[in-house]
């Protein structure tokens, strides 16, 4: 199975209004990073999640332009690598945001639990059900294939069902092949 989407066409996924983008400070830990550590969003706008091929990317934009305030790539849809969730909510993450050889962590997340649920589903939905698929498929074609055909000599037998069989009987009671009688009609 080859790559069926185009590369040039994108795909919206998923569309949430009331994003919210933070300052990050330095980890605390080595545990991973907390939003209760962030101060107040310096952003607020809709998120879009687009998929071009086997990229993805998250993009923030403006609530009232649609213009771009940061953007998200990830690359094969691995985006464990590029989106980390924080270790005390389940509505918050920290973006690594790529711009050429550099790179920034914003904190990013939703006021409503499900807008969050939404999120997280989508990233896992795209890698399981395109990017594995994909990268299964080249596995399989690079497999060696078994040659299944009759060599010389080699025979099938195949037995179909009912051959022999006795003849199906009619429920009405009346011969197979035969017809019941016509009804009387009076003149």
């Known amino acids: 199975m080859a790559d069926e989407r185009d590369p040039d066409v994108e ?3 998923l569309n949430k209004r009331d994003a919210k983008v933070y300052k990050v400070p330095p980890a605390a830990s080595a545990s991973g990073h907390k939003a209760s550590d962030w101060q107040e969003a310096i952003w607020r706008g809709n998120l879009r999640i687009v998929a071009r091929g086997t990229e ?3 993009r923030l934009l403006d609530s009232s332009s649609g213009n771009l305030f940061a953007q ?6 691995l985006y464990e690598h590029y989106v980390e969730r924080v270790v005390d909510s389940s509505r918050y993450w920290v973006l ?3 711009n050429g050889p550099r790179h920034a962590f914003i904190g990013f997340g939703f006021s409503e639990r499900n807008d ?3 999120f997280n589903a989508c990233l896992a939905d795209f890698k399981a059900t395109f990017i594995d698929k994909v990268h299964e498929a080249k596995a399989a074609e690079a497999m060696p294939t078994k040659d299944l055909s009759l060599k010389e000599g080699e025979t099938i037998k195949v037995s179909l069902p009912g051959k022999g069989a006795r003849r199906r009987e009619v429920k009405a009671g009346y011969p197979a092949g035969l017809l019941a009688p016509r ?3 009076a003149r």
């Open 11 to 13: 795909y919206v996924l």
């Open 56 to 58: 993805l990317s998250i």
């Open 72 to 77: 998200c790539v990830i690359p094969d849809g």
């Open 96 to 98: 690594k945001i790529v």
């Open 116 to 118: 969050a649920f939404d």
């Open 183 to 185: 009804p009387f009609m």
